[in-house]
């Protein structure tokens, strides 16, 4: 990292200008787990759950707050997004969230992955707090990334970066 992009010549922060960079296609997909428990787990794979279908609500919540990220995180540039999935997968004791964005845009689409994975997860545990308050919502990282100047990413299983 050559310079501090976010800082100007005094030290303030700004936002970066994109203007100049030309608009490609990128795409980025994210995870997270929530860790339930597996009685918890039994019950949203039953359908048994007081505030019904949670797996439906936080996909609908993950698709608007990807859409809302530039609200929600300081000098992130708004984009127009293409697509956002989020998927979730019923595992042991926990829920993986996997999430993916993308545009066509001059700046990245990694932000609005990673926050789909967050609030989807904050549902889920909104959603299933009256059957356990123990949950962990952890291990928010980005899988990978594609398009732009800086290139390829893959996390290996290890979350290692890998280009």
């Not at 949203?44 to 698709?63: F, H, S, W």
């Not at 926990?94 to 609005?112: C, D, K, L, Q």
């Not at 997860?121 to 990282?141: H, W």
């Amino acid at each position: 990292m050559d310079e501090l992009t976010h800082l100007d010549d005094d030290g303030s922060i700004r936002m970066v200008n994109v203007g100049d960079k030309p608009l490609t296609r990128r795409r980025a997909t994210a995870e997270g787990f929530l860790i339930t428990g597996a009685e918890v787990l039994q019950a949203v794979a039953e359908g048994r759950t007081p505030k019904g279908n949670v797996l439906e609500a936080a996909r609908l919540a993950g698709i608007m707050a990807a859409k809302r990220t530039s609200e929600l995180v300081p000098l992130c540039h708004g984009l127009p997004l293409d697509h956002v999935a989020v998927r979730f997968e019923l595992q042991n004791d926990r829920i993986r969230i996997e999430t993916e964005a993308s545009t066509r845009a001059a700046t990245g689409v990694e932000m609005e992955a990673l926050v789909a994975a967050s609030v989807a997860g904050l549902t889920l545990y909104d959603m299933l707090k009256a059957l356990s308050q123990e949950m962990v919502l952890e291990g928010i990282r980005l899988l990978t990334k594609s398009g732009g100047r800086s290139g390829d990413y893959r996390a290996d299983d290890a979350g290692k970066v890998r280009r």
